[in-house]
């Protein structure tokens, strides 16, 4: 009847207790509003906004739906409005339904669904690519799958509360929506339910109930900010290998958990490498497998009192430099903190029980503080940490596993309480060859088997000591009475005002100035092409087994330089003299090794005697009863001849006769074994003695020399092998006695 009305405007449909069926007026190109008007019971039937030709659409600015009930749903392209050309929906509280398709490729670009409407169905607006604008209303239950899929231009999707249940892809292919908000109806947000390519930020108002479902928002790369309030669960309850609700999200930079979050599944967060720190709440129990791995920019991260759990792999690569454990975690899996590069210090809270396989292993940390409430370190706990020299362990330890602390190359002290009964097979294989473990007990089961290496000493107390008399340990490992005082807070050097701590490998030149005093509180290495100077007038002390080991091509410059025992307060008052007992323990060593200066060679040890006046290069030692020559001389199939003389003195001048030694070890090659091993009981002298040997060598490469037993007197001992006389030593002259 009013198809062809070009100029008309508005078009209004009075329709009370009708259903509006096909046939809409066709060619009404200009129209601005299209009115219905029911009586509360109307319904919409499938292609009622389609006129009779498919060329023509329907058009115009503004639908408004008063009094009508429902749109019934129809199929594919066959929905009330679908292929319609309208710029906004409005309806009234009379509608109940809107079907399927009802919206299906319609050119719509806004509507507000009244609060009455209670379901949106299949496919509802499919296809509206102009849609930008949605308003959702409070008493919508269900939105079909694919109810707003591909619709472009949408920005924001905002699911009040009353919402129970979003059909798959209900969602999918809104490619422009950059905030969703998702209310307390919604239990289960579930895999692609919601689209991830536009998504900066995420909110979640849940009932405390609410599960993200794995892989819900994974690969949502532009996801920036998430607050999850009201989730309980990250993650499947189950917590699948491979949940990932936010796996990969690699522009995320904040999470706020909520405090009903009791869970947070495997690898939920893995590859977030924007976040910079993360909060656990304290409601939180379990945190899953590699659930942060691998955020690679995460520095800081603050675990509550209420964790129980957490597992392998949890915070692995990230770059956190401390961590400290609730006491309530009862179980920390193997791995979970491995390859944390910039990982230092960790603390263990009281109430932990057990630290498990692997948990620490393989990490940069330097000092580990583990409570009285941990009764078991479990098997490889900390395995390889190379960087580990403090571990700091409390009364109530019962047992140390397997390998605890194998390859701790730089673990130098642990007290071992007195309620340690048990420490399994190679517990402390390559610690430190200076390692001090100071028993506060009787041995435990398994002392003579913890895997000690040479040079490491045990310190037994007194009260035990009819207990300690029984037990075997290794040779090389010494046994020795407590002394008055130990503290590990003490070997801590770097603490010290105006001390500078060296240890490690030293690959780039370095000057050490004479205003500070230089404790060499680890093994020192110079690598080949750099050069260590130290000012003249410089003090360098070692601790107790420490020493430099300069490779060849590497320089150690020491010109008019004091070299002492960390105990010899005589010289630079860093040491404790009560504490003089220390330098018993282990011998120190000075090994310099430059082809075009020559070699330098230094043992010394413990304290006893006062210092040559005058002497430059400043060390104490026990007398030495037997002395052992062990090393590689030459290069490949050209002879060398090695030539050793030994003496004792009187600290006067060289003996005569009996007490002077010489020997010519003959012909040999590189790669052999030099051993030549010098044995003479000793009279007891009322003066201190020396013993001094030096060794005479072509080109030398590796010449180690290795004091092998210690009397009871206290004579002074000095070595040095020299390189030929051609070779230039000016540099060195001012460090022989």
Known sequence: AFSQCTSLTNYTLHAAGRRIGRGFPYNLNNLKTIRIVGDGNVTIAPGAFQTSYSSDKVRADVVELVGVKAIESGTGSDGAFSTAQIGAVTMDDSMRDIGDYSFYSCGLGAICISDSVTNIGRQAFHNCFSLSNIVIGAGVETIGQMAFNSCRALTEINLPGGVTNVGQNAFSGCSAVTNIVIGSGLVRLE?????????????????????????????????RRISLHGVKYIGNPADNWAARPFYQCTSLESIDFGDDLVQIASMSFSDCTSLQSVVIPSSVRHVGKNAFASCTNITEITLNEGLASIAGGAFTKTAISTITIPGSVTNIEQYAFSNCANLRDVVLGEGIKSVSKYAFSELNIESVTIPGSVTNIADYAFKDSKKL?????????????????????????????????????????????????????????????IGLPRGTTIVRPAAYAAEWAKVSVPYYVKVVPEPSEVSPDARDWSLVDGVEAHGGVIAANETWTADKIHVISGWITVTNGVTVMVERGALVKFCPGQGLFVKSGGRFVAGGVTLTHISDDAVGGVGDAQRGDIAFYESCRLSVIDQRQ?????????????????????????RIESLMVLGHIGRRNENRCLAAHAYFTDRRSPAAGDDNISRIVGQIHTGDEIRMMYERKIPALHKPVGFRLVIFAALPQYLHVLPTRASRLYPRFHTFIQSPASQRTSDYENLLP
Not at 191 to 220: C, H, Q, R
Not at 598 to 603: A, D
Request: glycine share 10%.
């Open 191 to 223: 895999s692609d339910m919601f689209p991830k390519d536009a998504l900066v930020s995420l909110t979640v108002n849940g009932s405390g109930e609410t599960i993200i479902e794995d892989g819900a928002f994974s690969d949502a790369k532009n996801l």
């Open 389 to 449: 020299r403090r571990v700091y362990l409390a009364d109530g330890l019962e047992s140390i596993g397997r390998q605890a602390f194998s390859g701790c190359k730089l673990l130098q002290y642990v007290e071992i309480p007195s309620t340690v009964n048990k420490i399994e097979y190679n517990a402390f294989e390559t610690v430190s060859h200076s390692a001090i473990l100071y028993f506060q007990g009787p041995p435990p089961e398994g002392i003579g088997n």
């Open 598 to 622: 020559g070699l330098r060679h230094k043992t010394f040890a413990g304290i006893g005697i006062p210092d040559n006046a005058g002497c430059s290069l400043v060390h104490k030692s026990h």
